[in-house]
């Protein structure tokens, strides 16, 4: 972009315009996964909904690539575009509790940790991711999922309204009774259908939660996950733990005998009665004696940043994920050939429970068309090192590939790699992506916003 638009589109902004040659140009590009190397041409910081619409005009107007960038933990990096402009929406964060409604209105560029501060000073919270540090905005209109999830539904189902810019520069609100199609395409189909410059969320009752810690040694992953895939499931809508391959961390609340053993886990959440703590957690040591087990009452805000700190921005990050409605003998047997092998202290493999509240609603009723999944998986390769990028990489994409065949077929969008393919976009909407091409013709004809995992527009019928 030379001088010439790029001085046009700062008069036309209340926030900054940061071109290559500005001091903050660098730190600007410095998104969560470090592995991504682009260089924009423009980052535009929109301060409002009126920034976000002149700077859409403006990258429409001249033909330029657009990308959108939120809480900026997009696995495949997608709010970065070389050679074009990313709208930044970091300076939009803000959220209002309305406390007599029990709802929230949320900035486009805030983070779970704005929401879950907000929001936990009245009791209330919105089901949504395991880490105060992801972005809103993508976590939401991927679906969303998190340790909520079970007693509340996805993120997508507390949803109830969107203030939207559109790639003609218009600006409107899409719930239930306006735009409907269009706020059926929000809950779950991505950054595909304009800027998303705030949401508004029904809150749930949430304030101190049961919070517990399980590893075993790997030579009982076998056991543990034939114990986790029957007991999980049927437990409680107030228990939710999500399993995991790991390292242990060198730190509390973990004894240093453990650190630095490779193990498998579970993260559990109880929103239960704060008194049956033990109760709730009792059932851990029925698949193997466990390593070591933690259990407290801890506030909701405290957990979701429980691993803010283990894992910080600016890391080399590769994952790929899938959907599962069972753990099969075969997967098991995955899961334990790659733990075994787990390349870095930080690489890892999560199974996310997505039952419960989850699947009471209408598998036609929001875009998100696994309604029908158990668990939302994912493998992470995970290191500071950039040398260590290839060999993190490999060790993910073999895992999930020998893992695959006992998926559903689809994946979280959230958790799709940049270099899948249309194919993989197409098997994560099954039924669903010929309406949501045809909601994209609707809003975004020409497909300005296509740096995501990208529906294209339907083609108009002959």
């Known amino acids: 972009m030379d001088k010439t638009p790029l001085e046009a589109m700062r008069t036309t902004l209340r926030g900054p315009v940061i071109a290559p040659q500005d001091p903050e140009y660098s ?8 592995m991504i190397d682009r260089r924009p041409a423009a980052f535009v910081r929109c301060s409002d909904a009126a920034d976000v619409m002149n700077a859409v005009d403006f990258v429409r107007d001249h033909g330029l690539e657009l990308a959108v960038l939120g809480g900026g933990h997009s696995g495949p990096g997608l709010g970065l575009v070389d050679d074009g402009v990313t709208v930044d929406l970091s300076p939009m964060r803000w959220v209002r509790v309305d406390p007599a409604t029990k709802t929230a209105q949320v900035g486009g560029g805030s983070t779970l940790g704005d929401l879950d501060h907000a929001t936990h000073a009245f009791g209330l919270a919105v089901p949504a991711g395991i880490m105060s540090t992801t972005g809103v905005g993508g976590l939401t209109l991927g679906g969303g999922h998190g340790y909520l999830t079970r007693k509340y539904g996805l993120t997508i189902d507390s949803l ?30 991505g950054g595909n259908f304009g800027v998303v410059t705030s949401f508004t969320y029904q809150l749930h009752p949430v304030h101190t939660v049961g919070v517990a810690v399980t590893v075993w040694t ?6 543990v996950l034939e114990w986790y895939r029957e007991f999980q ?31 498998c886990g579970v993260v559990w959440c109880w929103t239960g009665d704060l008194d049956r703590i033990d109760e709730a957690f ?21 957990l979701q940043t429980m691993f803010d700190g283990l894992i910080p921005k600016g890391l080399q990050w590769y994952w790929r994920g899938d959907f599962f409605d069972r753990i099969t003998d075969e997967a098991i047997g995955v899961h334990a050939k790659y733990a075994e092998g787990v390349p870095s202290d930080l690489s890892t493999m999560h199974l996310y429970p997505v ?12 875009a998100w068309a696994y309604r029908d999944a158990v668990w939302s998986g994912v493998v992470g390769g995970i290191d500071p090192d950039p040398a260590n990028a290839a060999t993190i990489t490999q060790w993910a994409k073999d895992y999930l590939d020998e893992l695959h065949p006992t998926s559903m077929g689809g994946s979280y969008i959230n958790f799709l790699g940049a270099d899948e393919g249309q194919d993989r976009v197409e098997a ?19 497909n300005l916003f296509h740096a995501n995992q990208n529906i294209e527009p339907a083609r108009a019928p002959m």
């Not at 810019?165 to 735009?179: I, P, Q």
């Not at 790997?218 to 056991?223: C, K, N, P, V």
């Not at 009792?282 to 405290?302: G, T």
């Open 27 to 34: 730190e600007a590009r410095q998104i969560y996964n470090a």
């Open 160 to 189: 109830l309204s969107a203030d939207v810019v559109l790639a003609d520069g218009s600006f409107v609100t899409a719930n239930e009774k306006e735009h409907q199609d269009l706020f059926w395409a929000l809950r779950g189909g």
């Open 218 to 223: 790997l030579d009982h992953i076998r056991e």
């Open 233 to 263: 499931p049927h437990a409680s809508e107030d228990l939710y733990g999500f399993f995991a391959v790991l390292t242990v961390p060198p730190g509390p609340p973990f004894p240093e005998e453990i650190h630095g053993q490779k193990m």
């Open 282 to 302: 009792a059932p851990v040591s029925r698949p193997a004696p466990p390593a070591f087990h933690f259990a407290a009452p801890m506030p909701y805000p405290a």
């Open 355 to 366: 039952d419960g509240a989850a699947h009471r609603v209408g598998p036609m009723d929001t």
């Open 428 to 446: 994560t909407y099954r039924g669903h992506y010929g309406r949501l091409a045809g909601v994209k013709r609707s809003y975004d004809p020409y």
